[in-house]
């Protein structure tokens, strides 16, 4: 039988915007890799009454139940105490654990606050988890049929206590249930459209299931297979995919969650070309997502953002009669800008875009969102003229996602 999980995690501080809960989604990854299914993740600030509801809630949904957080030794650090109160257990002072946090400060020179006490309370029946990399031990707890643990916030700290203490035994646990996933990339196609093109497909099969999540400019696919091994459940994901890939075709970039950026970049490098960029209204972001991948130097010379007409001729060569006469968001101006960058940098591939992002200076002839792209390399220069919706950074993204789908399709094949 699969065995399901909750997440809680504990701390205040996530719940302002300068904090971001890390800890449940590598959780996640890990109880998915051998086939726990995570019903419900919780975030919850040091406030015993909503956590014990949280602890209540989670006990009644899933077989299994880890916390992260609130294991320290200050007033707000409350989830032994909460939980040891839901499961009716009497909190102890366990005195080896409270020599093992003695100890290690002492090695470092310190003297233990008698705050610290507080970490070596433990809930009856619980399993202490030594905590190789801070002061706070872990703690399991059996609980009638649900298995409970509770874990340091601190990723460093969490992370190693879960893979060396806790992932075996709910490997042994989940035996017999296996979880694979698959993600599909597409760029280029509607929400709608695509799901028009494969619901006879996927709607065949409920295992794996499919999900469709739109994004600013792509669309995601994800898949999920279950089985009795790993092996089966990546077969299913393989058959459902391939016959996915077929319908769609080249809409979809990448089949193992890739971003954009990457699939060109590897292209790119594979075959030997060269990439410069000279950017009007994307003000550099094409450079910065082509920058982002490790080893960009490879194949990216370099790019100009020329945002005023001025720039657009000295340092791109683009005639200020052909800006005058064609308009500065044109084909032509695209093609001139695209031609400069590549021979300045002497990339084998120039890429341009020019447009209007808003919220102002559109025009009826030229509206905001009005936006051309262009492209040369040793035997030609083109242009393609875009007519995109959204706020100023959405045309902006969706700009930058076209033009590395232009490249990607007229030279990665």
Sequence with gaps: MKLTADIIAIGSELLTPHRTDTNSLWLTERLNSIGIEVMQKTIVGDDEQRLEHAIRDSLRRSDLIISTGGLGPTEDDVTRKVFARVLGRQLTLDYDVLETIRERFASRGYQMAPNN??????????????????????????????????????????RPMFEDQIMGELENRSRGTRIARRTLKVTGLGESALDELIAPIYGQYSNPQTTILFTNCEIEVHLTATADNLSIAERLLNELSEKLKGKVGDYIYSTAGESIEEVVGRGLAEKGHTIATAESCTGGLIAERITEVPGASRYFLGGVVSYTEDVKTKLLGVPQEMIERRGVVSGEVAEAMARGIKESTGATIGLSVTGIAGPGGGTVAVPVGSVYIGLSDDLVTSNRRLMLMGDRQLIRWRTSQAALDMIRRRYLG
Excluded: D, Y
């Design 117 to 158: 006490e507080r970490q070596a309370l433990v809930p009856a029946g619980a399993t202490v988890l030594p905590n190789q990399n801070g002061s706070a031990p872990g703690l399991t707890i059996s609980h009638e049929s649900k298995f409970i643990v509770l874990l340091p916030g601190p990723p460093r700290e969490m």
